[in-house]
């Protein structure tokens, strides 16, 4: 399990140009590689990263886990803790990554305002596959248990795939936009992706 705030040595590449620091948010649909590519960048980058699924595993151990609607409360609750940690560590003008399948009309406010208050800039990271491909990823996650057993993955897998389809992932705020096809992991080039992200960065 990832840890919900990982913390970097600071680098001057994160306050490029006018900004004090800046919010990188890297979404897209479950089991669609997001952690694995975010957790990757804060250490090129040497910015925090927090990944809203550690936060919510620490609250299973905690407090435990039993249905799904105990599942989504402590998953709100995680999403409003990695809000806190986000405008904590950008307030203090640190560059942050933050990983989740955002929700474009909860999440583009919020995180709107929490750059603005910040002066940071921010840069969307946006990964898009073929649903089948991320269906059948999330399938083998759940039947491998992979992960808590509190997110109850398969029970989620047995109502199908309707939640994965036609599901908006960009959001509406400002800043630059990364788009990438990660439905095959191989095909994937982080160092190409890195290089965009930097040259956003120092533009």
Not at 83 to 101: D, H, R, V
Not at 174 to 194: C, K, N, Q, R
Request: contains cysteine; hydrophobic residues 45%.
């Amino acid at each position: 399990m990832c840890p919900p705030v990982t913390q970097n040595d600071d680098s001057s590449i994160g306050k490029a140009g006018n900004f004090m620091a800046w919010l990188i948010i890297v979404t897209g649909l479950p089991a669609a590689g997001k952690s694995t590519l975010a957790a990757w960048l804060g250490k090129q980058l040497s910015f925090h990263f927090i990944n809203k699924d550690a936060i919510k595993e620490i609250l299973f151990d905690v407090l435990g886990w039993s249905d799904r609607p105990w599942s989504q409360r402590l998953g709100a609750a995680s999403v409003e803790l990695m809000y806190y940690f986000a405008q904590t560590l950008l307030m203090a003008g640190k560059s942050i990554i933050l990983e989740n399948t955002f929700r474009p009309d909860l999440a583009s406010a919020k995180l709107s305002a929490l750059a603005r208050q910040a002066n940071a800039g921010t840069i969307q990271i946006i990964c898009r596959a073929n649903t089948e491909m991320v269906y059948q990823r999330f399938k083998q996650r759940a039947e491998a248990g992979l992960r808590h057993p509190g997110h109850l993955d398969k029970q989620i897998m047995g109502e199908g795939k309707v939640s994965l389809e036609d599901r908006p992932l960009r959001l509406d705020m400002d800043g630059e936009v990364i788009e990438i096809d990660t439905t095959d992991f191989s095909a994937l080039h982080y160092e190409s992706i890195l290089a965009q992200v930097k040259a956003i960065i120092s533009a």
